[in-house]
């Protein structure tokens, strides 16, 4: 599964990823009004809104760019309803050619975490039939439960073709309260890190493992460490925009091949027109302004590789 992000990677020129992050304060008005009239002010009106932005703006980036990573608590707080519009926005992605990160991050003990990997990533079996649940592409998953929580994700990506970003060293403010913690004179998230290479040695696809890493963009010295502890480990790196991270603090998480990592931005990008630079575009035309974020974020990420 690396290697098909690898490839529409390289053939946007795009190493991102649009995080479709969406919270109703994003939403314009329009928007709000025309959902809340068909269904109301309740959890249907508010899940219908979600949807109705995201289309848009996949359809005003989808061109641009390889990959997207809806994040599902954004569509869990609305019930199920939420939840059916987080499974349209992954099939409405896939069927426009682009490659779906389900940030989930799951993970339990073993039994609990092959329920999440069939959901997310494999197949259930019901009587006779097969089906797939969320069908994502690649899963965020938490490694905290140790081997035994990340296996069953490990195995389906073999079975299935798909791939995981485990988390190792995220871009929060709090992050280093654990995983900074020195254990026999090492950071925890090194150890991770060693931890995510081996569990990814049992899952190469080419060069690349189907086993990546999380590594925020805030914290630009740990990742050039734990780009030389993990070579053929493609990182997910969130943090970039909203957050603080910028181009420069992203160029160590590339390898020199400039591959081995898929930068993501959420707010950054699908709340745009909101920022003073894309105010011009207004909130009718928010998808345009998301657009036009994209094509900022990719050459300013490609100035520095
Ligand atoms: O796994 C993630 O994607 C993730 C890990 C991490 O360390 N930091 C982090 O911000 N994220 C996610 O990345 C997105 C960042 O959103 P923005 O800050 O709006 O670009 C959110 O969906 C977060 O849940």
């Known amino acids: 599964m690396i290697q098909q992000l690898i490839e529409k990677i390289k053939k946007t020129k795009a190493p991102i990823c649009v995080g479709l992050d969406p919270m109703l304060n994003y939403i314009p008005e329009h928007i709000l009004k025309k959902s809340y009239n068909e269904f109301g002010e309740t959890l249907e009106g508010a899940a219908d809104a979600i949807w109705q932005f995201n289309k848009e703006i996949v359809d005003h980036t989808c061109d641009l760019i390889p990959s997207v990573k809806p994040q599902i608590a ?8 939420g939840l059916k519009s987080y499974q349209k926005t992954v099939d409405y992605c896939q069927q426009k050619g682009l490659l779906v990160i389900g940030d ?32 994502t592409d690649f899963l965020t998953v938490n490694p905290y439960l140790g081997t035994d929580g990340v296996k069953p994700f490990v195995d389906v990506c073999n079975s299935e073709d798909k791939g995981l970003f485990v988390l190792v060293k995220t871009s929060n403010p709090s992050s280093g309260e654990f995983q900074d ?56 790196v969130p943090g970039y925009g909203a957050q603080g991270g910028t181009a420069a603090d992203l160029a160590h998480c590339f390898n020199e091949d400039g591959l081995g990592a898929v930068v993501n931005s959420s707010r950054g990008i699908i709340a745009a027109y909101r920022q003073e630079k894309y105010k011009q575009f207004g909130p009718e035309h928010f998808a345009e302004a998301s657009r036009q974020a994209v094509i900022d974020m990719v050459a300013d990420i490609n100035s520095v590789l």
């Open 104 to 135: 989930a991050k799951r993970g339990d003990i073993g039994s609990t975490s092959a329920a999440y990997a069939t959901g997310h990533l494999g197949k259930v079996q019901v009587g006779s039939k097969t089906y797939s649940g969320f069908h």
């Open 181 to 236: 913690r020195l254990i026999d004179g090492r950071p925890l998230y090194e150890l991770v890190a060693e931890k995510v290479v081996e569990w990814g040695d049992t899952c190469m696809d080419g060069d690349y493992s189907n086993v990546g890493a999380v590594v925020g963009a805030t914290y630009p010295e740990m990742s050039k460490i734990l780009r030389k502890l993990m070579p053929r480990t493609y990182f997910l």
């Open 74 to 81: 954004m569509y869990e707080q609305f019930g199920i309803e």
